[in-house]
């Protein structure tokens, strides 16, 4: 089996990481447990491009029960666990091609490597399979059944190819399913984001002014969990709804410009690019930590920011200090890349469950309904999304009402009124 990993001697490590994340994993369990029987993924090769977690060995160990043969590339170039990587390649026979810190020609390289694997599914975080795929490897499609996508910034690239008319297969959107994004995207990035800032700076959070630029559910989540932590927060927005949102949840709000002199703190989440941009630089307040946990490391200005300063050193473990010429400091942590990633470990287990929960059974359902899918962008069946929600319930033990029926009567009837 090829494969290109840091050091295969880190396996026994990256295993019991593995089986402590799958504890807190019973939704994901239960579809191996069945797939096991049931083999729904028999025969098929199925290549993934996603961040190398122990979460992430608990779905495609799942894959595998189901039949598949599964490998791997991390969709980011530090999310890498390395110990992961060993194991899943020791213990599990899966083909992985990650190495933390990977630079941009190895990062390709990899994607390539798994692409050569001769694939029928992929399964990306942030769409770089596809895109490969759509670019420079259109010659694959012709074996390619369907896909999967993870996340908010994957589906939003889905979509533009889609609206082009140029996306050549078809894949589902995971991320749009209520157990994905309700869960992961807002309490997933709310908890490893605050998680990921504290361990790479060991800074207090209570009384600071931490800056949220975006307020969709990574940014409510993170927003709420700042202010959990005793942070003063303030929200950035473009949007004037999801603006208006954040000022009734209680968040103060304001341009950039204004927060970034008075901010400690600030994390963008917003999935575009040059949020924090050289005006900001100018008037940013000395010794402001800046970090990203949106998906590409686009949304820090980092070249202007380069070009404002007249030094730079790293300090810490993922910490930057960019020194500007009025002798002013501002940090940058982990190069402007997902920091819930780099210098912590992602998501919990337990949200992941559900994320990954939709990815194997919309693998199953895409797989299932091969012969009825256009090239298009997909949204798993309500019924199985609300299924996952079910799952996890009973695994929490919390029972829930059930309609009567008379109530479902009312609910489908017009005459009723006052
Ligand atoms: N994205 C965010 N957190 C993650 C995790 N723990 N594993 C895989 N992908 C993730």
């Given at each position: 089996?090829?494969?290109d990993?840091?050091?295969?001697?880190?396996?026994?490590?990256?295993?019991?990481r593995?089986?402590?994340?799958?504890?807190?994993?019973?939704?994901l369990?239960?579809?191996?447990?069945?797939?096991?029987k049931?083999?729904?993924?028999?025969?098929?090769?199925?290549?993934?491009?996603?961040?190398?977690?122990?979460e992430?060995a608990?779905l495609?160990?799942?894959?595998?029960?189901?039949?598949?043969?599964?490998?791997?590339?991390?969709s980011?170039?530090?999310?890498?666990?390395?110990?992961?990587?060993?194991s899943?390649?020791?213990?599990?026979?899966?083909?992985?091609?990650?190495?933390?810190?990977?630079?941009?020609?190895?990062?390709?390289?990899?994607?390539?490597?798994v692409?050569?694997?001769?694939l029928?599914?992929t399964?990306?975080?942030?769409?770089?399979l596809?895109?490969v795929?759509h670019?420079?490897?259109?010659?694959?499609?012709?074996n390619?059944?369907?896909?999967?996508?993870e996340?908010?910034?994957?589906?939003?690239?889905l979509?533009?190819?889609?609206?082009?008319?140029r996306?050549?297969?078809?894949?589902?959107?995971?991320?749009?399913?209520?157990?994905?994004?309700?869960?992961?995207?807002?309490?997933?990035?709310g908890?490893?984001?605050?998680?990921?800032?504290?361990?790479a700076?060991?800074?207090?959070?209570?009384?600071?002014?931490?800056?949220?630029?975006g307020?969709?559910?990574?940014?409510?989540?993170?927003?709420?969990?700042?202010?959990?932590?005793?942070?003063?927060?303030?929200?950035?927005?473009?949007?004037?709804?999801?603006?208006?949102?954040?000022?009734m949840?209680?968040?103060?709000?304001?341009?950039?410009?204004?927060?970034?002199?008075?901010?400690?703190?600030?994390?963008?989440?917003?999935?575009d690019?040059?949020?924090?941009?050289v005006?900001?630089?100018?008037?940013?307040?000395?010794?402001?930590?800046?970090?990203?946990?949106?998906h590409?490391?686009v949304?820090?200005?980092l070249?202007?920011?380069?070009?404002?300063?007249?030094?730079?050193?790293?300090?810490?473990?993922?910490v930057?200090?960019?020194?500007?010429?009025?002798?002013?400091?501002?940090?940058?942590?982990?190069?402007g890349?997902?920091?819930?990633?780099?210098?912590?470990?992602?998501?919990?287990?337990?949200?992941?469950?559900?994320?990954?929960?939709?990815?194997?059974?919309?693998?199953?359902?895409?797989?299932?309904?091969?012969?009825?899918?256009?090239?298009?962008?997909?949204v798993?069946?309500?019924?199985?999304?609300?299924?996952i929600?079910?799952?996890?319930?009973?695994?929490?033990?919390?029972?829930i009402?059930?309609?009567?029926?008379?109530?479902?009567?009312?609910?489908?009837?017009?005459?009723?009124?006052?």
């Amino acid at each position: 089996m090829k494969f290109d990993i840091k050091n295969t001697k880190l396996a026994p490590e990256g295993k019991r990481r593995i089986e402590w994340a799958e504890k807190d994993m019973p939704v994901l369990r239960s579809i191996k447990e069945r797939f096991q029987k049931e083999k729904p993924l028999r025969g098929l090769t199925i290549g993934t491009c996603l961040h190398v977690t122990t979460e992430t060995a608990n779905l495609l160990i799942t894959l595998k029960a189901g039949g598949a043969s599964a490998s791997i590339c991390a969709s980011n170039p530090l999310s890498t666990q390395d110990d992961v990587a060993a194991s899943l390649v020791k213990d599990f026979g899966i083909a992985v091609f990650a190495i933390k810190g990977e630079d941009n020609k190895i990062y390709y390289k990899h994607i390539n490597a798994v692409l050569d694997m001769k694939l029928h599914y992929t399964m990306d975080d942030g769409a770089d399979l596809v895109s490969v795929i759509h670019t420079k490897r259109k010659d694959l499609i012709k074996n390619i059944i369907a896909g999967g996508e993870e996340t908010t910034t994957g589906v939003i690239r889905l979509k533009a190819l889609e609206k082009e008319k140029r996306l050549l297969y078809p894949i589902l959107a995971a991320n749009e399913a209520m157990t994905k994004h309700f869960f992961d995207n807002r309490y997933g990035t709310g908890q490893s984001t605050l998680d990921g800032i504290v361990r790479a700076t060991n800074r207090l959070l209570a009384g600071s002014n931490f800056v949220v630029a975006g307020y969709g559910w990574c940014g409510r989540g993170l927003a709420t969990r700042a202010r959990g932590m005793g942070a003063k927060v303030i929200v950035t927005e473009v949007d004037p709804v999801k603006a208006l949102e954040a000022v009734m949840d209680g968040f103060d709000v304001k341009p950039m410009r204004e927060a970034a002199k008075i901010a400690d703190f600030i994390c963008t989440v917003t999935g575009d690019i040059n949020v924090v941009d050289v005006e900001d630089f100018r008037v940013i307040k000395d010794s402001c930590i800046i970090s990203n946990s949106g998906h590409f490391d686009v949304e820090i200005n980092l070249n202007a920011l380069q070009k404002l300063s007249k030094s730079k050193r790293i300090v810490r473990n993922f910490v930057e200090e960019y020194t500007m010429k009025s002798g002013r400091k501002i940090f940058v942590l982990a190069e402007g890349r997902l920091i819930n990633l780099a210098s912590a470990e992602g998501h919990p287990a337990s949200v992941m469950d559900m994320s990954f929960a939709n990815q194997a059974l919309g693998a199953e359902y895409m797989i299932k309904n091969r012969n009825k899918l256009e090239k298009r962008v997909y949204v798993i069946p309500e019924v199985i999304d609300r299924n996952i929600a079910e799952l996890k319930l009973k695994a929490f033990g919390i029972k829930i009402d059930k309609l009567t029926a008379e109530q479902r009567k009312y609910l489908s009837s017009w005459e009723i009124g006052t």
